[in-house]
C-alpha cells in the first residue's frame, strides 16, 4: 500500500501517534520510515525498541506529529493561515495575553473567541466524521477514490480521481512500462505523474544526470515529464538542481 494510502486510512490514534503498526513493524505515516520488531536501535548512547524507536524517529525528523499536520496545505487541513497560527501558538503552551502580544491583535477576549470558534469547527468534525462512518456502512455505490499525495502543491478538482478511471488511464498511456503519450487533460497527468513517481525511491538522492537517464527510459521528453513531477509536488531538488528526491 502506497504512503498516501496508509495516511489518509489510518485510525484518528494512529494519526495522532504519526505510526501505525504491522505484523512484524511500525510504519511512519509522514515518511514511510520502517522499524522492525524485535531489532534494537542505538540513539545517543541508549537504546530501543521499535515502538519506541519511531517516537525518537518522528521527534527528529519531523519535530512532532502536530508540527507535520499543521503544515500541509490548507486544501488538506481546512485551516486558514490564521488558524494555523493561532493553533501552533496554543499548541506552544501560549496563554491568551501572550498570543495578543505576539500577533498584536485585539485583545485578550478576541483571542478566547478564536478559541471558541476552533472548539465549533472540532465539534462540526467530529459529526461529520460519525456520519461518514455510518455512510460507510450503507453506501454500497460510493466509488473508491485515489487518496491524494500529502506533499500535492494545490489540491484541486484534478484530484477528483477514482480507483477505476486511474486504472484506465494508466491502461490508455502505459505499454511495457513506458509512457507512450504525455496526455493533455489535468487529471490525466496526475495519474501519469503518479504512476512515474513509483520509479523513485523514496530515501534517494539522484543527480540530475541518472534522474534523467530513469526518466528517459519512460519518456523520451524526460526535461517535461522533470518539471512536471516538481510543479506537481512529486520530487523536490537543490536549488542548483545538483540533487533530486521524491518528497515525502
Request: charged share 35%; proline share 2%.
Amino acid at each position: 500500500m502506497e504512503l498516501s494510502d496508509l495516511f489518509w486510512s489510518a485510525s484518528l490514534e494512529e494519526m495522532k501517534r504519526g505510526f501505525i503498526e504491522e505484523e512484524d513493524s511500525f510504519i511512519c505515516l509522514m515518511c514511510g520510515e520502517i522499524t522492525e520488531k524485535g531489532m534494537v536501535y542505538p540513539y545517543e548512547d541508549k537504546f530501543y525498541l521499535a515502538e519506541k524507536y519511531m517516537g525518537v524517529h518522528i521527534e527528529r525528523t519531523h519535530l512532532s506529529v502536530f508540527d507535520y499536520l499543521i503544515g500541509m496545505d490548507k486544501k488538506l487541513t481546512g485551516l486558514t493561515d490564521h488558524q494555523k497560527r493561532l493553533l501552533t501558538l496554543f499548541y506552544q503552551g501560549k496563554n491568551d495575553k501572550e498570543i495578543k502580544e505576539e500577533l498584536d491583535i485585539g485583545s485578550a477576549s478576541t483571542i478566547r473567541h478564536h478559541r471558541f470558534a476552533l472548539k465549533e469547527k472540532e465539534r462540526q468534525a467530529k459529526t461529520f466524521l460519525t456520519m461518514m462512518e455510518l455512510l460507510k456502512e450503507k453506501d454500497e455505490n460510493a466509488p473508491t477514490f485515489v487518496p491524494v499525495h500529502k506533499t500535492a502543491t494545490m489540491v484541486d478538482e484534478r484530484y477528483n480521481i477514482t480507483q477505476t478511471e486511474q486504472d484506465q488511464i494508466v491502461k490508455k498511456y502505459f505499454s511495457d512500462g513506458t509512457l507512450t503519450k504525455f496526455p493533455p487533460k489535468e487529471k490525466q497527468r496526475l495519474v501519469i505523474l503518479r504512476e512515474i513517481s513509483k520509479q523513485l525511491k523514496k530515501d534517494d538522492m539522484y543527480e540530475e544526470k541518472e534522474l534523467n537517464q530513469i526518466l528517459k527510459g519512460i519518456y523520451d521528453d524526460y526535461v517535461l515529464i522533470r518539471r512536471y513531477l516538481i510543479e506537481y509536488g512529486f520530487i523536490d531538488r537543490k536549488s542548483d538542481g545538483s540533487k533530486y528526491w521524491l518528497k515525502k
